[in-house]
């Protein structure tokens, strides 16, 4: 049996949450644990997790490798993989990649909407690409085992990213701007060089990403995945739902503003509509995976497919991503002279 | 074969060193990272360390758990093991412990000299034994695996820990003081109490905890050793030497004064002899480890004591030293009900 897993949550994380997961039978997610904050900060928050994992054995504990989600299946939890949606995490200190590494960070998002040190967002009016330091921070990334995230980039900087990277990169939580014309959704040019490069896109549940907004129809947006499938590869589409249960409206102000500016940024908000907004009525928690299973398999796709969707291909993705590639041990190289 | 170990250098790392350490068939070495540095700076140091393990993969590599020492014989390199000398690098946050845990962490000394927020050291003329937070963290050090090592602590602090640790805590580099009066060496009632709870006591070849200072001999260590062992029992004694290979003089100045003092302060040295000691003739190196046991086999000891002493038993106090206590799983509570 395939495992079923989420590739991008940030919610208000909380005992309720995490028994959701086990009663949702979701064995493992990608969490996010950091925005703007620094290397310092960042790793407050993974004392956060530390003391979670401490409080609820039975329910979670941090995933590591690939094979963790096989241990989560095994033992009745939901194993935790860390993701960072923005590189202010590794300041401006590229070995801090690997240090991050080590603590379990698993993702990094290269830019999130704005400009970084490394590449540029979806909301900058100019696309860099990859800077100097983000084609360096890119190849320590392929090193050490940390996947590439470009949900929030921009075009070229995706691109460019897929491009270089020598290990397939993810966009974690998007969905086809050629169904939804939202700055953050991708093009499909975006969509097939990932594909062909052997990258992971999720599909996100948030709103703002979804044709019609909270309105929109799970079979509206199973169909929509079924026609992202066709144009990307069964095999390169999982599920990112993006899910921010419980947050209070101060941390989507966080995830948008952060420190960089003094005035308001409403991101995919506006002024009217500044807060969170209201999850379709088919996916409120980590119980409706089920829903979502069910609505691909009513517009047709065969079961194998669903499962593939639902968890086997971002299994086979962290199988690729996670594990630094092996320096030659003594042995090796003995082997090969 | 039972593996060689040192329980504590600081050398001015190069792979001059690392190609000693092999030259002189060392498995294992307990290095120190860190003296008075913040969490921040702490993690610079475990930067400059990932570079070393990149760039000298055939010579070295970051030992985490005791298998690694086994690792280290079978691929013919050495297995370098993090230590603190000072809780600085937890700054006032026990989270720290568990994330310096997770970057390969092993021991942590509880003071430096001076008093610390855990407890005093050698050269405090109050011992306050722990204090609350110190209490604290030896539990929290405990969880996770990590050594409380007292080798610059107070009598009455080393005595407490000794107490409160649920597990053996260690003296990597020190010897008795009945031997030679130091500040730094160790009383029989310490070195007693350290051995009937399981602890380790390592033999420190840095001249000012020898009798004699530089001009110590080779018989005069050795038999020291073999009635200290008489002392604490010969399962409870290893080596720690101390090594502080090719350090500029402006090294043992932060070890001693770091940022606490705008005065100077000699520590063991003096106005007239501020810099680091000479070596004894008979160990200026990694190669010299073996007339470290031919020594000990010189003053009597059997063979077996002597393979404990040089090896033998840092792999068992790392056995039962580096692992977290495991978590209650699903399976074991359904066990235990």
Known sequence: MTPLIDGLQYANWSEKVFSQMRAGGVDA????????ETFRETVLQIERWNRWFEAFPNLIFQGRTAADVALARQTGRTAIFFGAQNPSCIEDDIGLVEILHSLGLRFMQL???NQSLLASGCYEAEDTGLTRMGREVVAEMNRVGMVVDMSHSAERSTLQAIEHSTRPIAITHANPASWHAARRNKSDTVLRALGQS????????YPHHLKGGSACTLPEFCEMIARTADLMGIGNVGIGTDLCQDQPDSVVEWMRV??????ADYGEGSASAPGFPPMPGWFADNRDFGAIADGLAAVGMARAEVAAVMGGNWLRFFEAGFAARALATPQQTAARA
């Open 29 to 36: 997610v990608h969490v996010t644990i950091t925005y703007h």
């Open 258 to 263: 952060g420190r960089w500016t003094k005035a």
């Open 111 to 113: 830019t999130y909407n």
């Open 198 to 205: 052997g990258g992971m896109l999720g599909f996100s549940v």
